[in-house]
């Protein structure tokens, strides 16, 4: 019994943890070539929006109970096959990437300041969805189908853990390549000296705007699909509502200053970060608790200790400063 509860334990950081990572792993890109967007969130919930769009038109009828006469269905099943639901990712990342490209442009082409062009892309994500996605929670939106489905229970207490969706497995190996990507390539090395100095880099002949153009592409790529995973399988089924994200764009930031830009820490902090989400639920189950813990701090425990980490970290600015990209957030004026 303990291991099943250990394992049930791991599937909820899992699963809690996998968005975060996903758009940490593409904000720490961005963040590598000299660029901050503080869009996360706006580009997440974009991405959850149109997910959930294209998952209720793509769902297909499975059915559980024939008609006797072979012919037609008794009792049938709405879901979604993993190969479509492949589709349905993609196109929340892609929905993401285009908030991307408005950042972009507005950044690298008119040189607008990073700071508020990343919170006004915050806004307009939010803003855009609550505005189109105004009663689409009444769509009907299949489940996504899973790995092992039923046969799950033939592996005992590991069953869930292995049918979990191939997202989980395949976001955590990304951004362990993200990381190789960086320090061992060509194109890491390139990256990383766009971030460090893009005067230099420019002097050298590389080109700076579109390297970060590159970087900022991925980085809108990795929140939209973090932000479909929110909308269509975090919470066991696909679900939409207005703030969906619950600021989750927001601790994918905290994680990458979290991580001093390292990618095998990134994972660290994802599951750290998952942990504190799913403590959450597990102390609402619990009985005994005071009445104003419930409805006061409990909500806020996720984002509390976020906070006092990033505190415990800021004492040693020495880290930060070691780590961070040199000219990161900083205005790029090619030389003519």
Known sequence: ?????????????????????????????????????????????????????????????????????????????????????????????????????????????????????????????????????????????????????????DWGIWGPLLNMNPMVWLTIILCLTVGWVLTHTRLGLIIRAVGENHDSAHTLGLPVQWVRLGAIAFGGLCAGMAGAYISMIQIGAPLWKEGITAGAGWLALALILFATWRAERVVLGALIFGFTLALELRLQTLAGLPSWFVPWLLPSLPYLIPIIVLTLISLDARVIRRNAPASLGKLFEPIS
Not at 21 to 40: I, R
Not at 71 to 98: D, K, N, Q, Y
């Open 1 to 153: 019994m303990e291991w099943a509860y250990l394992v049930l334990t791991l599937v909820s950081v899992l699963n809690f943890a996998t968005p975060l990572l996903l758009a940490a792993t593409g904000e720490l890109v961005v963040e590598k070539s000299g660029v901050l967007n503080l869009g996360v969130e706006g580009m997440m919930i974009v991405g959850a929006m149109t997910a959930y769009f294209v998952g209720a038109h793509i769902d297909l009828e499975v059915c559980t109970v024939p008609h006797f006469s072979g012919v037609g269905c008794l009792v049938g099943t709405s879901s979604i096959p993993m190969e479509r639901f492949a589709i349905v990712v993609l196109t929340g990342g892609l929905a993401g990437m285009a908030l991307s490209f408005l950042f972009a442009l507005l950044v690298l082409g008119f040189r607008s300041n990073q700071v508020a062009t990343g919170l006004g892309l915050t806004l307009l994500g939010l803003t855009l969805t609550n505005a189109l996605g105004s009663g689409s929670g009444d769509l009907k939106v299949g489940r996504v189908d899973t790995l092992l489905g039923t046969q799950a229970s």
